[in-house]
């Protein structure tokens, strides 16, 4: 009788085990064997992979229509064709969009993993939130003529990247990217106020004066410039008799504005640009006449990869893999 309850007691704890033990098992996890177990049947069969692109959980993502407040279950990587052709320019060199391929999938697969941000869904449609999505048929009538002909660089872009993602020992990295940084790229401290990403350094990158989106002016008048500023502080006063009644105070690790005195008011560079719709914190500011000009260096947080260097780097015949190494430091460029 006596061995008989201890045997049940012992089959209770073990159906508990297993009850706490099976959900860990079935979350999503990223690990480094799923590239050994792919390579070594790779070998042993002797042929190309049947599935090389083997994320099991990764291949098809809840991607959030923003506009409908719908949720689409679709494959990554056709996802991943509507984001490039909506992130880069398609005349950008192949080894630029492989490497925003390879950017794109990377955010994607941090976002699944260290999701949150939607209830129902992995990521969105928005470049304000998330990252940019373009529908086929929506992107095929923007561009016009040889639309097909774009359509498939793209995807080539993305199918020759297949499988490929940036890891930082041994994890996806947080893969944040913009358009042009002005020279320097900057840290996510000075953004965002978040740290822990040793791959997000303060980055040189020549040739970004280069594109359009390297210099921009912004012209406001004095008095559109004071209501904005009331608009968020209520106590804003600023007499323009004053020597310097808007003066820059500190700059950044990469030459950003971090504090901008603003009449009595100082304010970031960070939100200095939300204010004033400038293109980044990377600006000086002057006074003409009636006007306050900010002339305004990149375009974007500055955060990470920028596209207008990594084309700079690809015309000088750099492959997407080193692209991506230039922008994050100290990462590895695996193929699953
Ligand atoms: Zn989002």
Same mark, same amino acid.
């Given at each position: 009788m006596w061995i008989s309850v201890r045997r049940i007691i012992i089959y209770v704890l073990i159906i508990i085990c297993l009850f706490f033990m099976l959900p860990i098992l079935f979350t999503k996890s990223f690990s480094i064997e799923k590239k050994e177990s792919v390579k070594v049947s790779s070998e042993e069969s *002797?042929?190309?992979?049947? %599935?090389? !692109?083997?994320y099991g959980d990764f291949s098809t993502i809840r991607l959030l229509h923003t506009k409908t407040n719908t949720v689409e279950e679709v494959n990554l990587d056709d996802y991943l064709v509507n984001v490039v052709s909506a992130e880069m320019? $398609?005349? !950008? %060199?192949m080894e630029a969009l492989k490497a925003q391929a390879v950017v794109a999938r990377t955010y994607t697969i941090y976002k699944i993993i260290h999701?949150?941000? @939607?209830e129902n869904a992995d990521?969105?449609?928005s470049s304000l939130c998330c990252q940019a999505w373009i529908s086929k048929e929506d992107r095929l009538a923007k561009w016009g003529e040889n639309s097909e002909e774009k359509w498939n660089k793209i995807a080539k872009a993305v199918s020759d990247t297949k499988g490929t993602v940036i890891t930082y020992n041994g994890e996806p990295i947080n893969a944040f990217f913009h358009s *042009? &940084?002005?020279g320097l790229t900057e840290i996510p401290l000075n953004v965002w /106020?978040? #740290?822990? =990403?040793?791959?997000l350094q303060v980055v040189e990158t020549a040739g970004?004066? %280069? =594109? #359009?989106? /390297?210099n921009s002016e912004a012209v406001l008048s004095k008095a559109d410039l004071e209501q904005k500023m009331k608009d968020k502080y209520g106590n804003f006063q600023i *007499?323009?008799?004053?020597? &310097?009644p808007i003066s820059i105070l500190e700059l950044t690790?990469? *030459? +950003? $504005?971090r504090t901008l005195k603003v009449g009595n008011v100082n304010i970031s560079g960070v939100e200095a640009r939300q204010i004033f719709s400038l +293109? &980044?914190?990377?600006f000086t500011v002057e006074i003409v006449g009636d006007s306050v000009k900010f002339s305004v260096k990149g !375009?974007? @947080? /500055? $955060?990470?990869?920028s596209q207008t260097g990594s084309n700079t780097l690809a015309k000088d015949g750099m492959a997407f893999e080193d692209i991506i190494k230039h922008f994050y430091v100290g990462v590895e460029v695996i193929n699953y």
């Open positions: *002797n042929e190309e992979p049947q %599935e090389k !692109y083997n320019p $398609v005349d !950008y %060199e999701s949150g941000k @939607h990521i969105c449609d *042009n &940084s002005g /106020g978040g #740290s822990g =990403y040793p791959y970004e004066d %280069e =594109y #359009s989106q /390297g *007499n323009w008799g004053e020597e &310097s690790e990469s *030459n +950003r $504005v +293109r &980044s914190a990377n !375009y974007g @947080h /500055g $955060v990470g990869l």
